[in-house]
């Protein structure tokens, strides 16, 4: 195959490390000059991706174009349009996950339960709407490439941290850009995704459900990161899927959307709210959905591309990822000073299976050394599987543990929430029926 993948800070590095391994033609567009080291000496980075559309083309139905981020749905259908095979997303997939009142608008249409979600572009305003009513609201800001440092959950039932928070932010603003951001109704109970590839007509199945662990620290506590890791498994998510993703289908379909969709949710004793859309890979999702995958990644393209199966082969059981990082993560100041192009080692003995589960970020070779790179120590993720989380988690785990980076920080909690609580949570409340343990 030749394979163009297109992004802004190379999060699919992994994936294309591993098409490249296995015989494939890979070339790399990075939109962030900051990113352009990322897989330096390992992949194949290009200067402009336009340049590059002929080498797809020559290679007829052997050519694929992926797509990292939800920033370019509208090259991605004009791409579908000229004939160009594309894996990614769409131009409405784009707006659903950026324009988070426009997707909780199309869930509301799809006769799913939401949460009172307030857009704003002004800082007074939004403060004014809390003292007059009060209680806990969640802040996001709009736009797939906001900063998740900026996102707050409220802590307190009369909305006064929200208030504060929002006080801080409206002095420190710069210059005269509106900011634009929601406020969500804090909705209590099980935190749950329920992801699935689609052709561009129907979702591949089973999908996947995860459990994401998005605090920096133990206990849910510090900066929303993103993502610190994640359980995720094929076995539970049928309920799930059917009563979220699946009625989304039709309106997929008519975008031509191409790639993996993910829906977060809360679950709890009123019903299913969902909350945002993840409309592309997810990072680290992919490669922990990687772990529990028969297929090869070009397998799976293929099959979306041609149709040709709406099945996905998997096995049983679950993975968990835990991501590595270095300082400053997840803020980029200081990156360079303190810990880019630093040294990365395997500690004696490690197996080629353990580092086959270890899957590189922000990497790059200084000569025949494998060192930190990118902008701000997003370095690995570590993968387990097991038959329960809590041996996917103890992998994962062990795992971490072979590679050595000065000053790596991974927590080692990753999955506990999960087996000693949420899955008892779902089955009780009827979304799960398998048993586990």
């Known amino acids: 195959m030749h394979v163009l993948g297109i992004g802004e800070t190379l999060d699919l590095g992994a994936m294309y490390a591993g098409l490249q391994s296995r015989g494939h033609e890979v070339r790399v567009f990075v939109g962030d000059p900051d990113s352009r080291d990322v897989y330096g000496g390992m992949l194949h980075v290009v200067d402009n991706w336009q340049n590059e559309l002929a080498w797809v083309r020559g290679a007829g139905r052997e050519g694929i174009i992926v ?49 009172r979600c307030c857009r704003f572009t002004g800082y007074a305003a939004a403060i004014d709407f809390l003292r007059r009513r009060g209680g806990r609201y969640v802040l996001k800001y709009n736009g797939a490439d906001s900063p998740r440092t900026r996102n707050y959950v409220g802590e307190l039932e009369d909305g006064s941290d929200m208030v504060a928070l929002l006080n801080l932010y409206d002095r420190r603003k710069k210059g005269d850009a509106a900011p634009d951001f929601v406020l969500m109704e804090y909705v209590q109970g099980v ?26 620290f133990p206990g849910e506590l510090g900066e929303l990161t993103g993502e610190m890791g994640t ?20 309106v997929l379909a008519g975008s031509g959307y191409c790639g993996y969709i993910n829906l977060n949710l809360i679950v709890n004793a009123q019903g299913i ?31 979306m591309l041609d149709r040709s199966s709406l099945h996905l082969s998997v096995q049983s059981g679950f993975a968990t990822g835990v991501v590595l990082t270095v300082p400053p993560f997840p803020y980029r100041e200081g990156y360079a000073e303190l810990s ?4 990365i080692c395997f500690r004696p003995g490690t197996s080629d299976e353990d580092r086959r589960a270890i899957h590189f970020g922000e990497v790059a070779m200084a000569g025949d050394q494998l060192v930190t790179s990118g902008v701000n120590g997003y370095i690995a993720v570590a993968t ?14 062990r795992i971490a543990g072979q590679l050595v980076v000065p000053n790596l920080r991974y927590r080692r909690d990753i999955g506990e929430r999960v087996y000693r609580h949420d899955l008892a949570e779902l089955r009780r409340l009827g979304w799960i029926d398998t048993a586990f343990s």
């Not at 993840?278 to 070009?298: D, K, N």
Request: charged content about 20%; hydrophobic content about 40%; glycine content about 10%.
């Open 273 to 303: 709210w969902p909350l945002e859309f993840t409309s592309r890979f997810g990072y680290p999702g992919f490669v922990i959905c990687e772990a529990l995958q028969l297929a090869c990644w070009e397998d799976i393209f293929r099959s």
């Open 191 to 216: 935190e749950v995704g329920v992801g699935a590839y689609f052709n561009g007509r129907d979702f591949l199945t089973p999908a996947c459900m995860d459990f994401e662990h998005k605090h920096f």
């Open 384 to 397: 387990g599987v097991g038959s329960t989380v809590e041996e996917a988690s103890q992998r994962a785990c």
């Open 67 to 115: 797509f990292e981020s939800a920033l370019r749905g509208l090259q991605q259908d004009a791409l579908r349009q000229q004939g160009y095979q594309v894996i990614g997303g769409s131009a409405l997939g784009d707006r659903l996950e950026a324009d988070r009142e426009f997707g909780q608008a199309m869930l509301r249409a799809a006769g799913l339960l939401t949460a």
């Open 231 to 250: 359980v995720v498994t094929y076995e539970l998510s049928a309920r799930l899927f059917n009563a979220t993703l699946r009625p989304l289908a039709s």
């Open 340 to 343: 880019k192009g630093e040294p």
